[in-house]
């Protein structure tokens, strides 16, 4: 009869650690996020992160959601990102998201001044995982031209498309008073349950764009030639269109560290905003920031490179 009871009490404790939902290490989450909670913890999506800062109710931080997203990148790699390989645009960030941290800023996910330990609004995440999946070739719902979101107008202006490609691709549903809450921070309950709400477009997505670009926001573009030195800029606006659906059409597939000081063409785009974007073609890859970026086969061939990094009046 003693065996029998051990026996029943042991069935009935493995059978209440089946029903708590694993947590980051926590023993259950809310019924509304459950699901969602146990999907990233399943799939490692919060790896990295410090158990300090898992907690449900968490302001996410920059630091934490570049954790996140390169964990949910297939073609990631960190080692190419650390410190004193790439150019660090805040070297306050921690180390355990300095490589995720350069990684989003190169690809301009995250802006160059903002630090890891930055909160995120509701509305930023939405703009930013917009920003991410432009970088993809993941087919996704294109920006919806209104939203059913009541409190819309409070959307900052750089914003709102972020947010109305969240709602076209059911990432961010809102509240049930059908407003988003564009400025309130994020939690940590709350990105999770976009990361499982996208969880079909997240499957394989892989980072191939390094440039996604309007030539109609380009006031200009500098050629420099790295063998002779001589540079010139051109605004003519057929060289610019051509410059930019190049660059735009491009894809690597390999990455490889770039830090020699050596370069054969140099490129930099003057933007209308006052932005300036520099980086180095070669026929066999890009440098940006000390990485090179290889594509599958040559892509930039040398006569096209000639024709605009040769020094003459374009």
């Known amino acids: 009869m003693k065996k029998i009871f051990q026996g029943l009490v042991c069935a009935v404790l493995c059978l209440s650690v089946t029903l708590v939902v694993p947590v980051f290490g926590y023993a259950k989450a809310p019924a509304w996020c459950a699901d969602a909670v146990n999907y990233c ?6 790896h990295g992160v410090p158990q300090a800062e898992k907690s449900l ?8 959601f570049s954790q996140i997203l390169s964990n949910s990148t297939s073609n990631y790699d960190g080692t190419y990102y650390q410190p004193g390989l790439v150019m660090d645009s805040n070297a306050k960030d921690r180390e355990i998201y300095r490589a995720a941290m350069n990684w989003t800023k190169s690809f301009w996910i995250v802006d160059d001044l903002k630090q890891e330990t930055d909160p995120m609004t509701r509305a930023e995440t939405a ?6 999946f432009g970088r993809t070739d993941v087919k996704v719902a294109q920006p919806k031209l209104s939203s059913r979101f009541t409190d819309f107008n409070d959307i900052p202006d750089d914003l709102r498309s972020g947010v109305l490609f969240a709602e076209a691709n059911s990432l961010i549903n809102g509240f049930g008073d059908s407003t ?3 400025n309130r921070p994020i939690t940590v309950a709350e990105l999770s349950q976009i ?3 996208g969880k079909n477009l997240f499957q394989n997505a892989a ?7 309007s030539a109609s926001n380009v006031d200009s573009i500098e050629f420099r030639n790295g063998y002779n030195f ?3 800029i051109t605004n003519n606006k057929n060289v610019i269109k051509d410059v930019i659906d190049h660059l735009n059409a491009f894809r690597f597939k390999n990455m490889e560290s770039a830090d020699y000081d050596g370069w054969s063409y140099g490129f930099k785009i003057y933007f209308k905003d006052g932005k300036e974007f520099n980086f180095m073609l070669d026929p066999n890859w890009v440098r940006v920031c000390g990485v090179g970026y290889a594509p599958a086969k040559e892509f930039f061939p040398k006569s096209w490179l000639d024709q605009y990094c040769l020094p003459y009046d374009i």
């Open 41 to 46: 913890d399943e799939n490692h999506l919060f």
């Open 57 to 64: 109710d968490n302001i996410v931080t920059w630091g934490v």
């Open 127 to 132: 703009n930013a995982l917009y920003a991410y």
């Open 180 to 182: 988003f809450g564009p």
């Open 195 to 197: 990361l499982y709400n």
């Open 207 to 213: 980072m191939e764009k390094l440039f996604v670009l």
């Open 230 to 232: 001589e540079q010139h």
